[in-house]
């Protein structure tokens, strides 16, 4: 069972809408945990990256959150953009390990 | 800096034939990692590396090799392709091993195809 859960798996939304993507991690002892944007056909990027005592972190129109004591992160995409169709992947480092889990990916259509 | 390249970018191989998925970092990363992908499943790691001559194996490794004897390269070698090893791989690095700022650089991905 993937220790890094996504949701939605997809969604559709038009221009100028705002979304939520949501993140759900059972891994320990958690070290950081960061939301990378995938276009297609690329590598993915990172957007933001947050650590135990960060609840909030902006970058442009993303906004995510964690809440450590419920292990759950989201990101907010505000005033969507047709560029910001893409995947969103949700990764979670391990404060005593070299690897990363990875969440399958929230797939993001924006549609004119 | 070119960051990560990943040659070559599409590839169809046979059963049983090998190859050597290509990468390279020109930011004197420590760490470097072979991750594949595939649909609806999240990246997995295959081999990692935390510096020149010292790699180890990830999470799916079977049927995989790698080497690091310069800090910029990290091949990965298919030893005999299998269809299972459809995919898309990804190389990426990071300056240090360490977990504080573990921001992973992605190359652009090989998409490789075994019939």
């Known amino acids: 069972k993937n220790q890094v859960e996504q949701s939605p798996q997809s969604l559709i939304i038009l221009e100028g809408k705002n979304c939520t993507l949501q993140c759900n991690y059972t891994v320990s002892p958690f070290s950081n945990l960061r939301w990378y944007k995938q276009d297609t056909g690329r590598g993915p990027v990172s957007l933001t990256i947050?650590?135990?005592?960060?609840n909030t972190k902006s970058n442009g129109r993303y906004t995510a959150t964690l809440d450590a004591d419920t292990k759950q992160s989201s990101l907010h995409i505000t005033a969507s953009q047709l560029s910001d169709s893409a995947s969103y992947i949700c990764v979670v480092s391990l404060s005593n390990d070299y690897k990363l889990s990875f969440g399958a990916g929230t797939t993001v259509t924006v549609r004119a | 800096n070119a960051g990560v390249t990943q040659t070559p970018k599409f590839q169809v191989l046979k059963t049983g034939q090998s190859m050597t998925l290509q990468c390279a970092q020109d930011?004197?990363?420590?760490?470097m990692s072979w991750y594949r992908q595939d649909p609806g499943m999240g990246l997995r790691l295959i081999h990692y590396s935390v510096g020149a001559g010292i790699t180890d194996q990830g999470e799916v490794p079977n049927g995989y090799n790698v080497s690091r004897s310069t800090t910029e390269d990290f091949p990965l070698r298919l030893l005999s392709a299998a269809p299972s090893q459809t995919s898309v791989y990804f190389c990426?690095?990071?300056?240090?091993?360490?977990?504080?700022?573990?921001?992973?650089?992605f190359g652009p991905g090989t998409r490789l195809t075994v019939t």
């Open positions: 947050m650590t135990f005592s960060e």
């Open positions: 990426a690095s990071s300056p240090t091993a360490g977990q504080i700022t573990n921001e992973q650089y």
């Open positions: 930011m004197n990363h420590e760490y």
